[in-house]
């Protein structure tokens, strides 16, 4: 049964539905990330407010901690943090990748230190498996290896053909009918070794295709080339997702190529440090996104009355709070300006697809 169904395309952008086991996704998206099971500073009645579809979370990380027994007993990970919507589980291979001194690559699986007390673990292909079926997750995400760039052709190549290989123990190890299972398309920034990557792993039939190893230090227009390799070599039909990605202009060229899916730690990350979205302005021919960023914690903002951004609708800029309020907050580390500043980044990049959409759709 294919879970993904295209409602119109638009010179290579398209829009449609992904339906999973706790309700449908619209298509393009982006997910907010709640690598622990909260995304920072945000409340589920703000997710209500903000009508978000999806969110992401860490398999390492929620292995580690809480660990899987109390997640195991609440019957999933939905119920343990009260989430009834769809949440997709990254693998842990971007951990692979971010903590090189702290794990081994070997051929059955990568061995690495917790973050939290240096105790030694050891991810398989099927531990993975088993993990995010315990977390009960709506996408869950085969192990891969992300090769740092840069970085040589015989690097790329021995990792590229490794997560072929646990893409393959993944699905044969994946026991749950319910949850879907992605594979990640790998090779840097190789045309040879993308395509290769990309045939083996659509031969599998999963049920839809990420591509991994971009947003990881190179030039934008190193990552818009090896997604035009990739994206024309995968099912029409299934879902395609960037991870990791981006900027709003980086979104916009992505699924101008025909992507459906993104996360990425900037809207949350950058809100913490006062950093804001602001003014979005997108082309109805969906050839350009422009929009502003407001450094709050700048001085100029100090007796600045304003709201963040009088073209927003979201709560912070609806509730009445001024730039000047949101600045001392942030100065003072009350939490308070986190979850502000949180709330209006987060509305900024579902807005930015809400309006992709319209326009496609239009």
């Given at each position: 049964?294919?879970?993904?169904?295209i409602?119109?395309?638009?010179?290579?952008?398209?829009?449609?539905?992904?339906?999973?086991?706790?309700?449908?996704?619209?298509?393009?998206?982006?997910?907010?990330?709640?690598?622990?099971?909260?995304?920072?500073?945000?409340?589920?009645?703000?997710?209500?407010?903000?009508?978000?579809?999806?969110?992401?979370?860490?398999?390492?990380?929620?292995?580690?901690?809480?660990?899987?027994?109390?997640?195991?007993?609440?019957?999933?990970?939905?119920?343990?943090?009260?989430?009834?919507?769809?949440?997709?589980?990254?693998?842990?291979?971007?951990?692979?990748?971010?903590?090189?001194?702290?794990?081994?690559?070997?051929?059955?699986?990568?061995?690495?230190?917790?973050?939290?007390?240096?105790?030694?673990?050891?991810?398989?292909?099927?531990?993975?498996?088993?993990?995010?079926?315990?977390?009960?997750?709506d996408?869950?995400?085969?192990?891969?290896?992300?090769?740092?760039?840069?970085?040589?052709?015989?690097?790329?190549?021995?990792?590229?053909?490794?997560?072929?290989?646990?893409?393959?123990?993944?699905?044969?190890?994946?026991?749950?009918?319910?949850?879907?299972?992605?594979?990640?398309?790998?090779?840097?920034?190789?045309?040879?070794?993308?395509?290769?990557?990309?045939?083996?792993?659509?031969?599998l039939?999963?049920?839809?295709?990420?591509?991994?190893?971009?947003?990881?230090?190179e030039?934008?227009?190193?990552?818009?080339?090896?997604?035009?390799?990739?994206?024309?070599?995968?099912?029409?039909?299934?879902?395609?997702?960037?991870?990791?990605?981006?900027?709003?202009?980086?979104?916009?060229?992505?699924?101008?190529?025909?992507?459906?899916?993104?996360?990425?730690?900037?809207?949350?990350?950058?809100?913490?440090h006062?950093?804001l979205?602001?003014?979005?302005?997108?082309?109805?021919?969906?050839?350009?996104?422009?929009?502003?960023?407001?450094?709050?914690?700048?001085?100029?903002?100090?007796?600045?009355?304003?709201?963040?951004?009088?073209?927003?609708?979201?709560?912070?800029?609806?509730?009445?709070?001024?730039?000047?309020?949101?600045?001392?907050?942030?100065?003072?580390?009350e939490?308070?300006?986190?979850?502000?500043?949180?709330?209006?980044?987060?509305?900024?990049?579902?807005?930015?697809?809400?309006?992709?959409?319209?326009?496609?759709?239009?």
């Open positions: 049964m294919n879970n993904f169904k409602a119109k395309t638009k010179k290579g952008f398209r829009s449609g539905i992904l339906r999973t086991s706790h309700g449908k996704i619209h298509t393009p998206f982006f997910m907010p990330i709640a690598t622990r099971g909260s995304v920072k500073y945000l409340h589920n009645d703000d997710f209500a407010q903000l009508k978000n579809e999806i969110i992401l979370s860490n398999t390492y990380h929620l292995y580690l901690k809480p660990g899987l027994e109390i997640i195991k007993k609440a019957v999933g990970l939905h119920k343990f943090m009260n989430w009834d919507k769809p949440i997709l589980t990254d693998s842990g291979g971007y951990q692979v990748f971010s903590l090189k001194k702290m794990r081994k690559i070997k051929e059955e699986g990568v061995e690495f230190k917790s973050t939290y007390d240096g105790s030694k673990h050891f991810f398989t292909p099927e531990k993975v498996m088993q993990i995010e079926e315990t977390l009960g997750s996408i869950m995400m085969v192990l891969d290896e992300c090769a740092p760039y840069p970085c040589d052709y015989a690097y790329a190549e021995a990792s590229s053909a490794m997560t072929t290989r646990w893409a393959v123990r993944c699905k044969k190890a994946k026991k749950k009918n319910k949850q879907l299972l992605f594979g990640i398309v790998q090779g840097s920034i190789y045309k040879d070794l993308r395509e290769k990557s990309a045939k083996e792993l659509t031969a039939n999963l049920d839809g295709y990420a591509i991994g190893g971009l947003a990881v230090g030039p934008a227009q190193e990552m818009y080339k090896t997604l035009d390799v990739v994206c024309p070599l995968l099912p029409e039909k299934k879902p395609r997702y960037l991870m990791g990605v981006g900027q709003p202009e980086q979104i916009l060229e992505a699924v101008r190529r025909g992507v459906d899916m993104f996360d990425c730690v900037l809207p949350t990350r950058n809100a913490r006062g950093f979205y602001t003014k979005l302005k997108l082309a109805k021919d969906l050839s350009k996104v422009k929009y502003n960023i407001l450094r709050i914690k700048s001085a100029k903002f100090a007796k600045d009355l304003k709201p963040l951004d009088n073209t927003c609708s979201c709560a912070t800029c609806k509730s009445g709070y001024t730039r000047a309020y949101i600045r001392h907050l942030l100065s003072v580390n939490p308070l300006a986190m979850r502000l500043c949180t709330v209006h980044n987060v509305h900024f990049y579902l807005q930015l697809m809400r309006e992709i959409r319209y326009n496609i759709n239009r």
